[in-house]
T-cell receptor, first 115, second 118 residues
Framework: DAGITQSPRYKITETGRQVTLMCHQT?????MFWYRQDLGHGLRLIYY???????DKGEVPDGYVVSRSKTENFPLTLESATRSQTSVYFC??????????????FGPGTRLTVT | AQKITQTQPGMFVQEKEAVTLDCTYD???????LFWYKQPSSGEMIFLIY??????QNATEGRYSLNFQKARKSANLVISASQLGDSAMYFC???????????????FGTGTQLKVEL
């Protein structure tokens, strides 16, 4: 199906484990983003990517690793999960619906719980 | 300082009435863009409307309009003729700078929970 998908949708993991959240988009958008959503903070940018093999830090990158070997995929890895990383994670890609708007299209989110 | 401020954690509106959700922003860039997203209880993020800093007219998209007051650095969302389906969390967001690299990043406010009542 066309669009942006995330997997898994729900994940429970233990402190200290490595976990990878997957993001896939079918639009061939150059830019992709990872956000986390926590109560009282809105959405905060973790990492973003301008193209394959080009990534950069956002506001809250500590504890996360990203890679982008293919345009359509942008996985996010928590190298050693901590309880503070319990959150809802959104992947997004940047499109262009109207001239100049370049809005971001969001995936459905992954709810991650670290016990 | 907060880049995006949404001062209304929760709002109530009667069905068929108009409602304004407040958003103020802080930037020193001349080129920037303001967005509103809707997040219903199902959790997805839905793009609603966009206003560029150089756009002279306020943006409109169906029942949504953006009241852009550049000098006051405000970008309020107006929803006309509210419907029960408008009940959701609404986020204001901003991108700063040109559209290369970091200029694509969005900074979000903390959101306003809107409840539409019969």
């Amino acid at each position: 199906d066309a669009g942006i998908t995330q997997s898994p949708r729900y994940k429970i993991t233990e402190t200290g484990r490595q976990v990878t959240l997957m993001c896939h988009q079918t639009w061939s958008h150059s830019y992709m983003f990872w956000y986390r959503q926590d109560l009282g903070h809105g959405l905060r940018l973790i990492y973003y990517s301008a193209a394959a093999d080009i990534t950069d830090k956002g506001e809250v990158p500590d504890g996360y690793v990203v890679s982008r070997s293919k345009t359509e995929n942008f996985p996010l890895t928590l190298e050693s999960a901590t309880r503070s990383q319990t959150s809802v994670y959104f992947c997004a890609s940047r499109g262009r619906r109207l001239a100049g708007s370049y809005e971001q299209y969001f995936g459905p989110g992954t709810r991650l719980t670290v016990t | 300082a907060q880049k995006i401020t949404q001062t209304q954690p929760g709002m109530f509106v009667q069905e068929k009435e108009a409602v304004t959700l407040d958003c103020t922003y802080d930037t020193s860039d001349q080129s920037y863009g303001l967005f509103w997203y809707k997040q219903p209880s199902s959790g997805e993020m839905i793009f609603l409307i966009y206003q560029g800093s150089y756009d002279e007219q306020n943006a409109t998209e169906g029942r949504y309009s953006l009241n852009f007051q550049k000098a006051r650095k405000s970008a309020n969302l107006v929803i006309s003729a509210s419907q029960l389906g408008d009940s959701a969390m609404y986020f204001c967001a901003m991108r700063e700078g040109d559209l290369t690299g970091g200029g694509n990043k969005l900074t979000f406010g903390t959101g306003t929970q809107l409840k539409v009542e019969l």
